[in-house]
């Protein structure tokens, strides 16, 4: 098991008092000595920012990049996906909970440095790297590193994140990433407050900087919970906002809540409602948008937003018809369709291969 790291973290000052801000994310956390941030990786030690989670991770595995879920870019290739542990967003829904709410240090299981992450994944074939599992933000400094070490190699990087994150590391974050699925986790600032102990106008900010800003190829997956941000109004809202503020271009997933966590009392969203919102998005005026964690080929496949063909046909993961050209045109039509695209070759299917990394 890897020790627990002290590496130099990034986005603080001092305060008069003594104790250290964290000025990585909205929580603005102050910290006195050998305290640690509500994300539980970050402390102050020495009277200095640390990283505790530096080189260290809750575990590495190959995925389809569907399952980040990134439809648009380079469908059915695979993805060397990993986390560490903590999170900054408290989330009573949460999928992942076991690793984003660990406080036992013994979920991290492996050990590797930047190098040998981008040495493994082209070893092992994959085109992109996936921080996930929990919130890359709060280990910003190691993805950061690691995504300098693949874009040496030639390996693209993907954030899979809440999006709570300050302007400032925002910007240096964004710089190294090429692609992110952001979690807006619901429309309503009420949501994000009682059920994500945060706000929701920094998320937005984060979207709007993504999209028009950066080149980062942007998705954005919201999980719809019965009765908590499944009514049409406030997918109505989302969608038009999205419409509005993003443009038409960029997908949307809808995906199923199990229940889990400190929400074991609602039940599973029900696939009609992702079909409804799905319908709803679309009247908006969203050119792409997905259903996720049901079986729904039509709502996991892509359409060409001129003819409506059928362009990449999926069952799951599984890639089942693919007519798009090398950089990324309907074979229909012709039309150009958003994301990043390169010659379409074996898709990686719907496997799921763990591996180890040694240090």
């Known amino acids: 098991m890897a020790a627990e790291s002290s590496h130099p973290g990034r986005w603080w000052h001092p305060l008069e008092d003594g104790r ?5 994310c909205p929580r603005d956390c102050r910290l006195h000595e050998g305290q640690r941030g509500a994300c539980f990786v970050r402390k102050m030690e020495n009277g200095a920012m640390v990283l505790t989670t530096y080189g260290r991770s809750s575990g590495f595995c190959v995925d389809p990049i569907e399952k980040k879920p990134l439809n648009q870019f380079y469908p059915g290739s695979s993805v060397l996906s990993f986390g560490t542990a903590g999170c900054n967003l408290a989330c009573k829904f949460c999928q992942n909970w076991d690793i984003s709410k660990s406080r036992d240090m013994d979920t991290l299981m492996d050990a590797a440095t930047p190098q040998a992450i981008a040495a493994e994944a082209v070893r092992l074939g994959c085109r992109s790297v996936a921080f996930t599992y929990n919130d890359p933000v709060i280990f910003a400094e190691y993805a950061m590193d690691v995504a300098d070490a693949c874009r040496a190699e030639g390996i693209k990087t993907v954030a899979v994140t809440a999006g709570y994150i300050h302007a400032e590391p925002r910007r240096e974050f964004y710089a190294k990433m090429d692609a992110a699925n952001v979690d807006l986790k619901g429309f309503t600032d009420e949501f994000y407050f009682k059920l994500c102990g945060a706000h929701l106008q920094p998320v937005l900010d984060t979207l709007v900087y993504l999209v028009k800003e950066t080149q980062v190829w942007t998705e954005i997956t919201t999980l719809l919970i019965p009765g908590k941000n499944d009514s049409d109004a406030e997918l109505e809202a989302e969608c038009r906002w999205i419409a509005n503020n993003l443009g038409p271009d960029v997908p949307l997933h809808f995906s199923a809540f199990h229940p889990d966590y400190k929400m074991t009392d609602i039940s599973a969203t ?61 074979q229909f039509c012709g039309t150009q369709l958003a994301g990043r695209y390169e010659p379409f ?11 180890r990394i040694g240090a």
């Open 345 to 355: 070759r074996n898709p990686f299917g719907r496997r799921r291969i763990p591996v």
């Open 20 to 24: 250290i801000q964290c000025d990585l």
């Open 270 to 330: 029900p696939a009609a409602t992702l079909t409804r919102a799905r319908e709803i998005a679309r009247l908006a005026g969203l050119r792409y948008v997905y259903t996720g964690n049901v079986h729904d080929s039509e709502g996991g496949s892509t359409y060409c937003p001129a003819c409506d063909e059928t362009v990449i046909g999926r069952d799951w993961y599984d890639i089942r018809g693919y007519h798009l050209t090398a950089d990324g045109a309907c």
